[in-house]
């Protein structure tokens, strides 16, 4: 049976710009892979005259092409855009997406990272999205008694073995993605509304070779990993 991954991100193309070299790679090996979408991207535009409906529903069908791709599932949750709070709630939504999923790898957001290339501060909603998926990841998506709701609902437990986060500023994984570069690009274009062809080439290109430097990678994607131990202590304890 192939291996079940799973992506927490904020946004519609958050995963693509953030992982795709990986999850075009990932894909490849015969992962299978589910894209968890947070938030339906509704501010996504700078007309004032546009119709929310409307830019939700571009969104998605950019994200379906996308998600084409990869041979991926999409799931929408449906948050607003901009305004996204690691709340308990959020927290049960990303529980059930897990346990109906029931991935080995989930790659979300880094919830400690504030700011990129000493050129942007990182959307709020990319930290909310990556602190909901790390409390959810521990310990309520394995613990039976926490959201016993979804228990009701047929969602047994569930343990997931790896987190990769991405971007982050303290990486210790690195997935070289100079084969798919191109392939990258385009899978981020398909968010054609939010990307333009040319811009996207040079700064995803600049993005990949700097992440790559560290590792003498001519393109990468970075991750903060944690192969999560059945149990702590005695993984400390080095048994
Ligand atoms: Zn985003």
């Not at 501010?43 to 950019?62: F, I, S």
């Not at 080995?104 to 909901?132: E, M």
Request: proline share 5%; charged share 25%.
């Amino acid at each position: 049976m192939n291996k079940r991954l799973l992506t927490v991100f904020a946004h519609p193309d958050d995963a693509e710009t953030a992982a795709g070299g990986s999850l075009l790679t990932w894909a490849a090996e015969g992962w299978e892979l589910t894209l968890c979408v947070i938030t339906d991207g509704d501010k996504g535009t700078n007309d004032p005259d546009d119709d929310p409906a409307a830019v939700v529903g571009r969104r998605r069908l950019e994200q379906s092409g996308a998600a084409a791709r990869l041979g991926a599932s999409v799931v929408y949750l449906g948050y607003e855009d901009g305004s996204l709070q690691p709340t308990l709630e959020l927290r049960r939504d990303l529980v059930r997406v897990m346990r109906r999923v029931r991935p080995q790898r989930v790659v979300a957001n880094d919830p400690t990272v504030w700011f990129r290339h000493g050129l942007y501060i990182n959307h709020p909603d990319h930290r909310a999205a990556g602190q909901a998926l790390v409390e959810a990841v521990y310990p309520a998506v394995k613990k039976v008694g926490i959201f016993p709701e979804l228990l009701a609902e047929g969602l047994q437990p569930h343990v997931v073995e790896e987190v990769w986060l991405t971007p982050t500023d303290e990486p210790d994984t690195w997935i070289d993605i100079a084969p798919v570069l191109d392939a990258k690009i385009s899978l981020i274009c398909e968010h054609a509304s939010q990307f333009s062809a040319d811009s996207t080439r040079k700064a995803f290109t600049r993005i990949a070779a700097a992440a790559g430097k560290a590792r003498g990678l001519a393109a990468a994607e970075a991750y903060r990993t944690l192969r999560l131990a059945a149990n702590t202590v005695r993984a400390l304890a080095g048994e």
